[in-house]
């Protein structure tokens, strides 16, 4: 070896300088050639795959009271944790649709009055205890006890839930109702941890807070202040989920007093996300290094809903060139940052799949000249300036909408003047008692839109969320059939037959979908859910969600 090593350098010496260059290049584009040949070779015979471990730290606020789906979950904190400690018989796929979750399939009757749900095999609680009918129907009988006072009640009123065998129960309704399936994305609650615990207690009871559940995490631990403040939530992926084993090893929740807490955590490194993000905040995070600005569509609109008792509003032309007067392109490209989806009626289109979008979504023209002449064919500005109150809940985004449709109003004459109370004010002393002109709000319509209780005649008063206050026999009747009928091209029909009536009619001025946003680290990968009803479904896919990779042969 030494004679060889001699014989080498001796020869090297020997060379010029350019041959010596000559061999290092010739060496340096060998060893490339190698690697580059080896993690070909690598590639195609091997492939990534998730690996377990890791932990998520999330930024929330508030504080949890009742991680119970029964009970009223009064902050998004409740809900998220909710969602990984339960299931649902079905839940969304992340696409627009329901697939089966702890059910493993259903059958429904010629009418639609009855569904049999066939639950999946060995599914067991936290506790190790077997998941079985009796925990579905004891969870529709709380909800339905008065003692309860759930907030769910109203939506499960006149359902009759019968245990036919250990995995089999069957749903029996008054009157068809074809969205029924939405309904049991409800999570289900064990029957052996709550049935001995009185309804008096049902709100203290120490489950609420340290719950057990057949979810994908189970609870690990509460920290809390020396003056009983909790801080902090940790969850443990759960080994024994009849999915598949979550990736990720644990989530904690940290608890923050209000958002900007929140974002200087973030940005201490505190936590590794949080969510909700604020539109204001886009432009900050969005290049923001190892951090991704994730988004989901829900199934909701925002709109300006005008009291068609009002004299003003019942005028065709007022409502015309109000609607006329908003550009949604400027609104949602300039004050919503691009992140919203425009819309001309309360149906976001991708909910009800690829051939329906372009007819459900027909934003309506602007123009602002038309608008004027409007307000002059009226006559009502002749008497005097046409002015009234559009009341809106506290929120930085929808002022900056609300002060948008009152410049671009201003535009065309009117005067506009900003009624901007609490929530909870405002839901007291404005929209139950529908005292209002116009009202700048949100609703909820759900993935597999039933708008019955929105735009129907019998829902003008409170509970019933028809906030125009608009009767129109004709509309009842589509809204009527869309509920009942199963024939999914009449019921898009009877959709596309609402959508149309309501723009004519304009009984609100339908603006946009924001998108829901939310902060996560760059480094999780394996989310794919990008439709929701609610933001708590973001983590309806955590079970795929993984911090680390591995190469393993294909």
């Given at each position: 070896m030494k004679n060889l090593l001699k014989s080498f350098f001796k020869k090297w010496f020997l060379l010029t300088l350019k041959e010596r260059l000559f061999c290092f290049l010739f060496l340096i584009i060998l060893l490339i050639g190698i690697v580059v040949f080896f993690s070909n070779l690598l590639t195609q015979i091997t492939v990534l795959e998730p690996k377990e471990g890791g932990k998520l730290l999330f930024g929330a606020i508030g504080i949890p009271s009742y991680i119970n789906p029964v009970l009223s979950q009064s902050n998004d904190c409740e809900r998220d944790i909710s969602e990984l400690i339960y299931s649902s018989l079905f839940s969304i796929d992340g696409q627009g649709s329901l697939e089966p979750a702890l059910a493993e399939k259903v059958e429904i009757n010629e009418d639609g009055t009855s569904y049999t749900i066939f639950l999946k095999d060995n599914i067991?609680?936290?506790?190790?205890?077997?998941?079985?009918?009796?925990?579905?129907?004891?969870?529709?009988?709380?909800?339905?006890?008065?003692?309860?006072?759930?907030?769910?009640?109203?939506?499960?009123?006149?359902?009759?839930?019968?245990?036919?065998?250990?995995?089999?129960?069957r749903f029996n309704l008054k009157n068809t109702y074809q969205p029924f399936l939405q309904n049991l994305t409800l999570k289900i609650i064990p029957k052996h941890v709550w049935e001995d615990i009185e309804p008096s207690f049902f709100n203290t009871a120490k489950y609420n807070l340290t719950p057990i559940g057949t979810g994908p995490y189970l609870f690990d631990n509460i920290e809390k202040t020396e003056k009983g403040k909790i801080v902090n939530y940790s969850l443990v992926a759960n080994d024994k989920y009849f999915k598949n084993k979550p990736y990720i090893s644990k989530i904690v929740f940290k608890f923050y007093d209000n958002y900007d807490s929140m974002k200087n955590g973030l940005l201490k490194k505190e936590i590794d996300g949080f969510f909700?993000?604020?539109?204001?905040?886009?432009?900050?995070?969005v290049n923001k290094k190892n951090i991704k600005i994730n988004s989901l569509i829900l199934a909701r609109y925002y709109a300006v809903f005008l009291d068609f008792n009002n004299p003003l509003f019942k005028n065709e032309d007022i409502r015309q060139a109000l609607d006329l007067a908003i550009s949604r392109e400027e609104l949602t490209k300039e004050i919503l940052q691009e992140q919203a989806i425009a819309l001309g009626g309360p149906i976001t289109p991708g909910f009800?799949?690829?051939?329906?979008?372009?007819?459900?979504?027909?934003?309506?023209?602007?123009?602002?000249?038309?608008?004027?002449?409007?307000?002059?064919?009226?006559?009502?500005?002749?008497?005097?300036?046409?002015?009234?109150?559009?009341?809106?809940?506290?929120?930085?985004?929808?002022?900056?909408?609300?002060?948008?449709?009152?410049?671009?109003?201003?535009?065309?004459?009117?005067?506009?003047?900003?009624?901007?109370?609490?929530?909870?004010?405002?839901?007291?002393?404005?929209?139950?008692?529908?005292?209002?002109?116009?009202?700048?709000?949100?609703?909820?319509?759900?993935?597999?839109?039933?708008?019955?209780?929105?735009?129907?005649?019998?829902?003008?008063?409170?509970?019933?969320?028809?906030?125009?206050?608009?009767?129109?026999?004709?509309?009842?009747?589509?809204?009527?059939?869309?509920?009942?009928?199963?024939?999914?091209?009449?019921?898009?029909?009877?959709?596309?037959?609402?959508?149309?009536?309501?723009?004519?009619?304009?009984?609100?001025?339908?603006?946009?979908?924001?998108?829901?946003?939310?902060?996560?680290?760059?480094?999780?990968?394996?989310?794919?859910?990008?439709?929701?009803?609610?933001?708590s479904e973001k983590f309806t896919d955590i079970e795929n969600w993984y911090l680390y990779s591995k190469r393993v042969l294909k």
């Open positions: 067991l609680w936290h506790d190790g205890v077997e998941f079985t009918a009796d925990d579905v129907v004891f969870t529709i009988e709380t909800i339905q006890n008065p003692k309860i006072k759930s907030p769910l009640r109203l939506s499960w009123e006149g359902v009759v839930v019968e245990k036919l065998g250990d995995n089999i129960i909700p993000l604020l539109i204001e905040d886009f432009d900050f995070f009800l799949g690829p051939e329906a979008e372009q007819e459900f979504n027909k934003i309506p023209e602007h123009s602002l000249e038309t608008a004027k002449k409007l307000i002059n064919s009226s006559g009502l500005a002749k008497e005097e300036p046409i002015s009234f109150t559009l009341s809106l809940p506290h929120n930085t985004e929808l002022i900056k909408v609300a002060n948008y449709l009152v410049n671009s109003w201003e535009k065309i004459g009117l005067s506009v003047e900003l009624q901007i109370l609490p929530l909870a004010t405002l839901e007291k002393e404005v929209i139950q008692p529908r005292s209002y002109e116009a009202f700048l709000f949100g609703e909820i319509v759900g993935q597999n839109p039933d708008l019955y209780s929105f735009w129907h005649s019998s829902q003008i008063t409170d509970p019933g969320l028809n906030l125009s206050m608009f009767q129109n026999k004709e509309l009842d009747k589509f809204l009527e059939i869309a509920r009942q009928t199963f024939n999914e091209k009449k019921r898009l029909e009877n959709l596309n037959n609402i959508q149309t009536l309501l723009a004519e009619e304009k009984p609100a001025i339908f603006l946009y979908n924001p998108f829901y946003l939310y902060l996560l680290p760059q480094s999780v990968k394996g989310n794919h859910i990008e439709y929701a009803n609610l933001p």
